[in-house]
């Protein structure tokens, strides 16, 4: 299940994936999937990271795969949990309305990390629009061709991208991102690799902030050795 909160905040090694994309100088990994509310308002997250000068690479995590190909039918969203991501919508400028729906979300991710890879100019317009259409505009992201259409907006060669759902390589980089969150112990999203800390979980913004700023005096510190005494 997402988790609403997550794991407390915890140091990792420094860690190269390579498997998802070269690692970048400053670099915050954030492990996402279109139908979670959480990672929908992490937007406000990862603002602030960028804010801090990161650069943030959003890879995906399948967080309900056991979800059929036709979807499952959800009631309403009620209590302090769905308060409060509403809140966080409201606050972030996100229009939210709560889907009756849960698809599968599988083809739309493998699309947007073939995207990613391989169109990356293409990647933000249809990353944040496959968020919109589920969150905001009702839509069924686990229809392929819904995915294609916007797919193709963003300006990608779909033959290409229907070639690689073909042959199991777009599945294969979703599997590949997956397995780069499990060795560094994250389960669910929203997760997010931030130079050497892992976070697990829509924490607090000031959690984030504290994490960014640690990032920034330490990479001050490896300019300045001076700012080690």
């Known amino acids: 299940m997402m988790q609403p909160e997550g794991q407390n905040e915890q140091g990792a090694q420094a860690t190269e994936l390579p498997s998802i994309g070269s690692p970048i100088a400053k670099t915050a990994w954030h492990w996402f999937d279109f139908i979670c509310p959480f990672c929908y308002v992490a937007r406000s997250r990862n603002e602030i990271l960028n804010r801090s000068g990161l650069i943030i690479v959003k890879v995906p995590f399948q967080a309900h795969?056991?979800?059929?190909?036709?979807?499952?039918?959800?009631?309403?969203?009620?209590?302090?949990?769905?308060?409060?991501?509403?809140?966080?919508a409201y606050d972030a400028g996100l229009p939210l309305r709560w889907p009756s729906r849960l698809p599968n979300s599988r083809y739309a991710l493998a699309v947007a990390e073939w995207v990613?890879?391989?169109?990356?100019?293409?990647?933000?317009?249809?990353?944040?629009?496959?968020?919109?259409?589920?969150?905001?505009?009702?839509?069924?992201?686990?229809?392929?061709?819904?995915?294609?259409?916007?797919?193709?907006?963003?300006?990608?060669?779909?033959?290409?991208?229907?070639?690689?759902?073909?042959?199991?390589s777009a599945d294969a980089a979703v599997a590949e991102s997956e397995a780069a969150a499990h060795r560094i112990g994250i389960a669910g999203t929203p997760?997010?690799?931030?130079?050497?800390?892992?976070?697990?979980?829509?924490?607090?913004?000031?959690l984030f902030r504290q994490v960014a700023h640690e990032v920034a005096d330490h990479t001050r510190d490896e300019k300045d050795p001076r700012g080690q005494l």
Do not use: C
Request: net charge negative; aromatic share 8%.
């Open 116 to 168: 990613r890879r391989h169109h990356s100019e293409g990647f933000t317009t249809l990353y944040h629009q496959l968020f919109l259409s589920h969150f905001s505009l009702g839509e069924d992201i686990g229809d392929t061709t819904l995915v294609n259409s916007y797919a193709e907006q963003a300006g990608v060669d779909l033959d290409l991208v229907q070639g690689a759902i073909s042959d199991g």
């Open 191 to 206: 997760g997010w690799l931030i130079e050497n800390h892992v976070v697990f979980g829509l924490h607090d913004k000031g």
């Open 65 to 88: 795969p056991g979800i059929p190909t036709g979807g499952v039918t959800v009631g309403p969203r009620s209590g302090e949990m769905y308060d409060r991501l509403e809140r966080e």
